[in-house]
């Protein structure tokens, strides 16, 4: 992994000295990405020493937005201020945004939209550093450590084919990157060099980061014209079944149980889920299709696709 060398004699060539820090795991870490993506072992030691455990990481991901109730989720983005500012985000670049749809399939309003939920359009892509986002996670938060253990290994490999500083670069306390926030296993997969620069960069390229948000939507694949959820009128009282996010239930089987909601054109075979969102005063249902099961893989939560739903609406109807 010669880049990935490189990159960390960039950085040392600053650094005279570093003080030696063992992280919890870290010789298993460092066993396991040598094995997995080559890397050296000396450098990743090296690299581990300068990652700095964050408390303010850990405070963060114990208390997620996503854990709110919906009443107290969706006031945080769709706010006035966010849908005027994801009109004006569509108006300044039309051009683009119009060939990022017609490449990858995906509505604008909805790459918009995730734009607007993840950074407010790229006005906020995070202050944490990455490295020490992903080694606090990854060897101090034992629930997920495996996953951000892994994530860290993807990003120091990542540093080495994007060319990025990877003690400077900084994004979410979960070390997601870019105005659309990839983690380093999905910016490895997912991100795209839509300017035709030879990178793929989430940061300073705006054709890179929304193409990278469409592709990722489409490779997870998305419907094209399909509708994205359906109201419901009305859930049996009685109802004793456990909906996930993963579509299990047909449309025929959900009327079947007696929820009561209109077609709208979606074959009575498509597969489907329920989704129940808490308001003060009570429960709302919808219909979650294919569409909104793909915005789901961008970010697990329910509470986020629908937020992301309703503000691609919002956005659409003052866009041009």
């Known amino acids: 992994m010669m880049r990935f060398a490189l990159a960390l004699l960039c950085f040392l060539a600053f650094v005279p000295a570093l003080a030696e ?6 010789e298993a870490f460092i066993e396991r990405v040598v094995t997995e993506h080559g890397l050296d072992a000396d450098e990743v030691r090296t690299l581990l020493a300068e ?91 034992p629930r997920r450590a495996d996953f951000f253990a892994r994530e860290l290994g993807h990003f120091m490999v990542l540093a080495g084919e994007e060319g990025l500083p990877l003690t ?26 839509f300017d035709g620069s030879g990178r793929r960069d989430l940061w300073r390229s705006l054709p890179d980061a929304l193409g990278s948000v469409a592709n990722y939507l489409a490779r997870h694949r998305w419907q094209t014209g399909a509708p994205i959820v359906l109201p419901v009128e009305q859930v049996p009282a009685d109802l004793d079944v456990t909906f996930g996010m993963n579509l299990s239930h047909s449309l025929a089987d959900l ?66």
């Not at 306390?173 to 490895?188: D, E, V």
């Open 21 to 26: 820090e063992s992280h919890p795991g870290a």
């Open 255 to 320: 009327a079947a149980m007696g929820i009561v909601f209109d077609l709208n054109g979606v074959p009575e075979d498509a597969v489907a889920t329920l989704v129940t969102l808490e308001n003060e005063d009570g429960h709302e249902h919808w219909i979650g299709l294919n569409n909104f099961y793909v915005i789901t893989r961008y970010n697990r939560s329910p509470l986020y696709a629908m937020a992301v739903v309703q503000l691609a609406e919002a956005i659409a109807e003052r866009a041009p």
């Open 51 to 141: 990652a700095q455990y964050q408390q303010a990481i850990i405070d963060a991901i114990t208390r997620p937005a996503e854990a709110r109730p919906w009443y107290r989720y969706w006031p945080i983005f769709l706010t006035e201020a966010r849908i005027s500012g994801g009109a004006e985000f569509w108006r300044a670049n039309q051009a683009l945004l119009e060939q990022v749809s017609v490449e990858f399939g995906i509505p604008i309003e909805i790459v918009v939209a995730i734009v607007g939920v993840e950074t407010n359009y790229g006005s906020n892509t995070g202050s944490f550093r990455v490295l020490d986002a992903l080694a606090t996670l990854g060897f101090y938060f």
């Open 168 to 193: 400077e670069v900084r994004g979410s306390y979960a070390g997601a990157m870019g105005l659309g926030q990839f983690i380093p296993s999905s910016y490895r997969a997912y991100a795209v060099d």
